[in-house]
Every structure is written in C-alpha cells, then in structure tokens.
C-alpha cells in the first residue's frame, strides 16, 4: 500500500508541473496585468511602469517563469499582488474554510444519497421510490447557485431561520461556547446543502441502481434462505457491494467541491479558496491564482487516490499494491 | 455636536484664502431622539479590503475603513476644495504662498497611547515618496519641495510654485506611526504586521480583521478630539447583491452602501425600516465615439447620434430616476463645473436631418442609412462585467435604429475591453470614469495622452486645456474649463449619457446620518442611535491597541 501511494505521488509531480505551468502562461496571454487596475486618468503612467518594475513584469514572460518556479519549487508561493501579503498566509486563511465547507457537503452528498438510494432500492417503485425519483431529478437538474439564492430567500428572508452569509454572526465573540458551536453550524448548513444537494441526488441514483443490481444476486438469496434479517442482508452483505460505483464518485466529487464551491462561496460569502480563485483572476493575480491552481490540483490528485484506495477496502478483489486498481 | 464641528471650513485654494474667503462646514442631517454612545453599526462591503496601510491600498472599500483609523491632518468638505479639521485645527499661507503651516491638536496620541507628532506627518511624505511603495498619488507630492516639523504641533510644506492643490496635496498622505515603522525598510512595510493590525489616530480603533469575512473597528474612547456615539463598526464581506439585499431587509446588515443595482432602489424606498440616502456621484458613464473611424470622422454623425439619444429614458428606466442626463466631462462634484452648459436634447428628426445632411441617406428602403457604398452600421462595445453597460448598448441599438443607424453589441471581458479601447480598436464604446479631485481633462482629451482614445485634437481646446490647469484664479479658471468643456460637447467627442447618484441604504434607527460627495462615511463619528432603539450590547474593551497582540 505505501508503494503504491509513493508510486502515485511520484506520478503526480509531472501532472502538478504541467497543469501549474499550463496555467502560468495561460494567464499571461489574457489581456491585462495586475496593474490594469491602477490604468485610469488620474494616474500618471510613471507610476504604474514603476509598479510593473517592482512587481518584476516588465520582464519577458519566460524569465518571470523561470523566477516563479524556482521560488515554487522552494515552497515559495510569492506575494500576492491584490492582497499585499504572503501567499501562504492567504492560503493558511481560506483553505481550511473551503475543506470544512466541503468536507460537510460530502457528508450530505454520500449519506443522504446512500441513505435514499437504498430505501428507493428496497421499495423499489413505493410511491416513496417514485417520489424520491423525482425528487431527485429535480436536485440533480438544479444549479446549485440557484439553489443556494432560493434557500436564502425562503430559510433567511422569509422565514429568518438560519443566516444567510459568513461563518459567524456579528456578536459571535460575545456568545456562550456553546451558543457558538451552534452558531457555526446555523451558518455552514445552507452553503453546504446547496453544495452537497445536487450530487446527493445523483449518488442516490447510482446507490439505487446499484443496491437493486446486488439485491437480485445469488449470494443475497443465499443470505436469506438462511434466515438472516432483512437488514442484515441489506446493510451488511449488498450494500457493501452496491457502494463500489458509487465510491467511484467520491473520487470524481472532490474536485467537483472545489469547483463547485466557487459559486456558492461567493453567493454565502464564504471565505474560502473558491471565492479567492474568481476575485484572483479577474485581478489578474497570478501568484494567488497559479497558487490555488497547485493546491486545487493536490486535491484532485489526492481524491482520485483515495478512491483507489477505498476500492481495496470494500472490494478485497481490487489489491492497490499490485497495481491493479 | 464635537466641537472640531464648529469650526468652519476652510478654502484650499491659495487665491481665495488671501482675499479672506472660507466656506460652510458640511450640513448635518436632521436627527430624532438624544445622542446616546453605544450600538454597533453592520456594514455589508462587496470585497475584502486590499490593506489597511494607507501608502499601499488602492481601494476605495479599503480607504472607507481605514479613513475612520487613520486621519489626514485636514478633512475634505464634500467640494473638495474646502476644508474641515482633522488632526490639525488649521492652516495658513505664508505671505508669498509658496508654504503652508498646520496647526495639529493638542492631545492625540496613537493607538498605542504614543504621542502624534508633526515627526509622524514628515516621516509619512518619506514613505510615500519610496519608489519601494508604489504609492499612486505620488505625482500629487511633485511640488512639495520641503516638509519640516516646526515643532511638536506645527509642520510646514514648502512648494516649487503657487498652484489651486496645495492644501490637497499635502494632506493626501496619511501621517503615519513613526515609532512603529522608524526602522522598517520601504520594500517590506507592506508586509508589517501593522498593514493588518493598523495602529491608527482617529476615532475608530481596530479589533479584528477576518480575511474575506469581517472588519471590527471600535469607538476610540480616548479620542481628544470626542469619542465617537457608536461603540463598534463591523463591516461584513459580502460579495453578492441579492444576498446583501435580504440581509439589510431581515436586518442582519445595517447599512448597503453603494447599492447596485439601481432597481433596489424602490425596494428599499418603500421599506419603512430603511432610509435612503441618494445624491450625485462621482462618476459618469458615457458613449465614446473613434473619430479616426471613417463614420465617426465627420463630427456631424456624432452630434446627429447624440440627438437620437433618448438619456432621460436611459436615467428612468435604469437607473430608477437616480441619476442625471450627462452635460459635461467636469460632473457636478467638481468646482469647475459649469452648470449653464445645458445637454443635448432628445430630437431624433433633427437627428434625421443632421445625418442626410451629412450625405448618410437610406437609398434601398433596409431601414439603414449608406453613404458612398458604406453602411451606417457600427459595432457599440461594452464590459460584459457591467449589467447596465449592456443594458444602455441595447437601449441604444433601439434609439439608433429610429434615425437609420444599425447598432451590433459587442460585450467582451473587461481587461480585453480596456486594453482594446487604449488601442483605439472600437468604433463606439459605452464606459465610465470615476472622476477625482481635481479638475483634470488632459489625460482623456489631450492629443497622444493614452486614455483621449476618441482622438480628440481640437487645436483650441488643446491650447485650453494645458493653460486652465495651470491658471491659479479660479474664475479665470473656471472660465477656461467652461470653454474647453463646450468644445467638446460641440465636438460630440462623448455623447454623456448620465452621471449615476450614489445611493445607500441604512437602517432607520441610526440617527445624524449625513451622506454626501465626499463618501457614506462624512460623519460617521457622530453618528448614534437613541437609547431606547440601541440594538446590539457591545462593550468597549478600554486597553490600548497593541501590535501583533492580544488586548
């Protein structure tokens, strides 16, 4: 198992390399720099060649490439230019925000898609089936931004019953530790439902498909003709089963987070790296941007190599060590 | 009412200070019920700040926040050319003008409990002199030849010559903690800590800064010049309108600034737990025609499209009424605006005829005028980032279609459209400038400046315009903008569509709220609720602000 996850580590530099170099030139070809934000008459032009000289993009692009990798391969993410601070220090602030946002919307995704799939797989055409069916083509076809406005709408403004931005109220500070906790959590239930709903949907379509496919197998049979409970049946010898495709999703559903969250920080305000990514590139922050290009990347990475993993652990036949997965 | 309140204004310009003119301070807003301190104020800002070291940040989100930490020695009176006090009482000239003496307060200390001195105005002008800086307004400082502290409370600028700016210019720079910064080199005091923890020396100290989440600033207890009502300012980041819209409706914001779109405006017109505040802005939009294309060249297709332009519909329908018909590029902020320049009026028949005059006539019956085998048929480009712009492009492809003229929208992205329009490669552009202090038309109509992209190069009004930014009397001045202004709305370089109000909502329990020109956050200081209406129970932590720890 340790091989193998050296092995895909050591696979992952190039990947990292070119997707981060990729990137780097890409930005440099749209039009504009960091400096285009100081371009307005009452500025003298003396000033803003001034600001590229410091900010070293009056140099060819190659060489301000050059500069950057080397800094990057120093574990040097650079300087922003919009936020004037360490790039480390950005990241240190918003990636664990993007993380705990993600990490509850994955949470929603897989136990409530798993949940519904097999209930609609046990009842299989019930009017609970046929109701969670469209329920769930509803979720799925839905933008999770439109999604997110209409929860603040109906949750915030109509009803007033959970916050409609930020992490934290206004008087957090001087709230109980335990009026706190539950503070946090008013506030990160909206963002991560309308994160998580859309692709709980769909593994509730997959673990339905999947549990009816397992629930038709010989060894189910077998497992009932020997008198084990329904539940038992269910829960310990088909579901296992039913989760491999679905454990195929999770892989796939982390970057989708990532991506996903872009939206939906924006929308609830939330402080984390999807948000910091959009601001960066239209601000033509290139440091800040190639910074969470690279981390974006780990985390695509390091989800498919949790799949691969997971695989091995709830189907013995897939052996990761050997190179099989 | 603070008794630095009851001084009055004072003029910067030279001219009018030596035949002993002044002006009014700021009118104060109507107000119900007694001052009381306490509250706090919830303000949702579109984006986070970009610093709160002044020399650096060029946001103006930033300078709203870090304008109540930090004061400048003299405040800016909503015309800009007059002056309250801030950290100094007054100023004088000397008696060849070529110097002015600040008289700073008693009193104020930093922050910190240190003392501000006239060292900390003079070691500011340093920093914002470093080329390590970056600091954008450094051109303003081009004519302060000297800045010496004449002792603890008193410090003098020295000028190369007599010019309109020189109160401005020396106060543009925001004195800065000589005992915190003394040893830091220019190149990292960016990066110190104070940059997010600022240790300032105005009425608002700083609590707390969350990135992308919240400011906290608190009332400065300790402040000479009197503490301000309200206890705490938080400002919420919030990056998304309608989300910002619900929040100041349920109440869980206080205070919309800027509010966009303009369609919120009767939404929270008619809200009874809001009031609005709407006044003229800072900027305008306008429809910049190429005179290098060949439609454009002839200024007789400008000025007949001018006509044909319905701008009152324009402020009606989108802008909610909250705006005005665009006359001129010197908007009405600006002392050299001239308001008897009267806008073109909505006349499509004279447009009609101004065209055929023109030779632009329609001989096949497509509904499109053509002139020696051209059609008029132009691109209208415009920042697809700006849902207005886009909206004024299609408006306007239906107004122009009524005198014969074909419109095709072109929405880019808006670095590609900056970058096209300083490359002159548009026919007509629908954009906006967000004008300054001073009066200023060289950089957008002076011939080889970057931004004059509509190739003005009226030989008169290039004369005017180097010769009105020099002249120190102000009627003569005045009477040379006004000029060089007409020529260019004959020229129809622009067709000025409208200059937007600035409008912001807040709650109705904050009382003294006086919005004007010069920002949202004109007197803030005196802001307060009544005690029976206070809100939230904030207490003031009464330690002095200690960098890079905890109070």
């Not at chain 2, 909503?78 to 801030?86: E, L, Q, T, V």
């Not at chain 2, 200390?109 to 080329?131: L, S």
């Not at chain 2, 005829?353 to 005028?369: I, K, P, S, Y």
């Not at chain 2, 548009?426 to 011939?447: D, R, S």
Request: charged letters at 20%.
């Amino acid at each position: 198992m340790i091989g193998y996850i050296l092995k895909r580590t050591l696979q992952a530099i190039p990947i990292l390399l070119g997707a981060s170099t990729l990137i780097f030139f890409l930005m440099h070809a749209a039009p504009g720099d960091p400096t285009s934000i100081y371009i307005r008459p009452d500025i003298d032009p003396i000033v803003i060649e001034q600001m590229r000289k410091n900010l070293g993009l009056d140099q060819p692009v190659h060489i301000q490439y050059v500069r950057w990798l080397s800094s990057f391969a120093r574990g040097d993410f650079g300087f922003s230019f919009s936020q004037k601070r360490p790039i480390i220090d950005i990241i240190k602030d918003t990636l664990p925000n993007t993380l705990l946002l993600s990490s509850v919307a994955l949470v929603i995704i897989f136990a409530l898609g798993v949940l519904v799939g097999t209930i609609q797989a046990v009842r299989q055409y019930s009017w609970v089936d046929n109701v969670a069916t469209v329920g769930a083509f509803f979720f799925y076809s839905m933008p999770s931004f439109w999604f997110g406005l209409m929860l603040i709408l109906l949750l915030s403004y109509k009803f007033q019953l959970l916050p409609a931005s930020q992490m934290t109220s206004v008087n957090f500070e001087f709230l109980p530790a335990s009026d706190q906790w539950v503070d946090r959590l008013k506030h990160l239930l909206m963002p991560a439902m309308a994160l998580g709903i859309g692709s709980a949907a769909s593994v509730a379509r997959y673990m339905r498909s999947g549990m009816l496919e397992q629930i038709r197998q010989d060894y189910v049979r077998t497992a009932r003709a020997k008198g084990l409970s329904e539940r038992v049946v269910i829960f310990k010898h088909a579901m296992r089963n039913a989760l491999i495709p679905v454990i195929t999703l999770l892989g796939l559903t982390l970057p989708f987070l990532v991506g996903g969250a872009v939206l939906i920080e924006t929308i609830f305000a939330w402080p984390g790296m999807g948000r910091l990514i959009v601001t960066a590139i239209f601000q033509r922050d290139y440091p800040v941007v190639l910074a969470i290009a690279f981390v974006s990347s780990i985390m695509v990475i390091l989800g498919s190599l949790i799949a691969d993993i997971l695989y091995s652990v709830v189907d013995p036949r897939v052996r990761v060590d050997e190179g099989e997965a | 009412m603070h008794a630095y309140r009851r001084l009055a204004g004072m003029t910067a310009v030279a001219i009018a200070l030596a035949c002993g003119g002044g002006g009014e301070a700021g009118e104060q807003a109507g107000a119900e019920g007694v001052p009381a301190d306490g509250d706090m104020l919830v303000v949702g800002i579109g984006s986070d700040l970009d610093t709160m070291f002044p020399p650096t940040s060029e946001s103006a989100g930033s300078s709203d926040v870090f304008g109540n930490v930090y004061w400048t020695l003299m405040r800016s009176e909503p015309d800009f050319i007059h002056f309250r006090p801030g950290l100094a009482d007054s100023f004088s000239f000397n008696e060849d003008s070529l110097q002015v003496t600040f008289y700073i307060h008693p009193g104020i200390t930093w922050h910190d409990g240190e003392p501000f001195t006239a060292d900390d105005v003079v070691f500011a002008i340093g920093v914002c002199r470093a080329p390590e800086i970056n600091y954008s307004a450094v051109s303003w400082l081009d004519h302060i030849t000297n800045v010496e502290a004449v002792d603890s409370l008193t410090v003098r600028f020295t000028y190369d010559e007599r010019y309109m700016y020189q109160v401005v210019d020396a106060v543009v720079c925001y004195p800065l903690p000589e005992h915190i910064l003394g040893d830091v080199p220019f190149a990292e005091m960016a990066n110190h800590p104070i940059a997010r923890e600022p240790v300032g020396n105005g009425p608002f100290r700083f609590v707390s800064w969350s990135a992308g989440q919240e400011v906290v600033l608190e009332a400065n207890p300790d402040f000479v010049l009197g503490r301000p009502h309200l206890n705490r300012i938080t400002y919420r980041i919030i990056p998304d309108a309608t989300n910002l819209a619900t929040q100041i409706q349920n109440g869980e914001v206080d205070l919309f600034p800027r509010v966009t779109p303009p369609s919120l405006y009767p939404q929270f017109e008619s809200d009874p737990d809001l009031v609005m505040h709407s006044y003229p802005g800072r900027s305008y939009t306008y429809l910049a025609w190429n005179t290098q294309d060949p439609i454009f060249q002839d200024k007789r297709v400008r000025q007949a499209l001018t006509l044909a332009s319905d701008r009152q519909a324009l402020v009606d329908a989108l802008l909610y009424g909250q705006g005005q018909v665009g006359t001129q590029p010197l908007i009405s902020t600006i002392w050299a605006h001239d308001p008897t320049i009267q806008p073109w009026p909505f006349d499509p028949d004279s447009a009609r005829a101004l065209l055929e005059a023109a030779g632009w006539v329609d001989t096949d019956g497509d509904g499109v005028r053509e002139k020696d085998g051209r059609r008029l048929s132009f691109t209208m480009k415009t920042n697809n980032d700006n849902r207005m712009r886009v909206d004024i492009v299609t408006v306007l492809q239906q107004q122009y279609q009524a005198v014969g003229a074909e419109v095709k929208p072109v929405t880019l992205e808006f670095n590609t459209f900056i970058e096209q329009l300083l490359a002159k490669d548009f026919q007509a552009a629908v954009a906006g400038w967000v004008v300054g202090i001073k009066a200023e038309l060289a950089p957008t109509f002076g011939e080889g400046e970057s931004f004059n992209f509509v190739s003005a190069d009226d030989p008169e009004l290039q004369r005017l315009l180097p010769e009105a930014e020099v002249t120190r009397d102000m009627e003569a001045a005045k009477a040379l903008w006004s000029r060089a202004q007409r020529i260019i709305v004959d020229e129809a370089y622009y067709t000025f569509l409208f200059q937007l109000n600035d409008m912001h909502a807040i709650d109705s329990r904050f009382q003294n709220v006086d919005m004007n020109a010069y920002g949202w956050g004109f007197n803030i200081e005196e802001w307060y609720v009544p005690e029976g209406r206070q809100k939230y129970n904030v207490p003031l932590n009464p330690a002095p602000v200690v960098l890079g720890g905890d109070r």
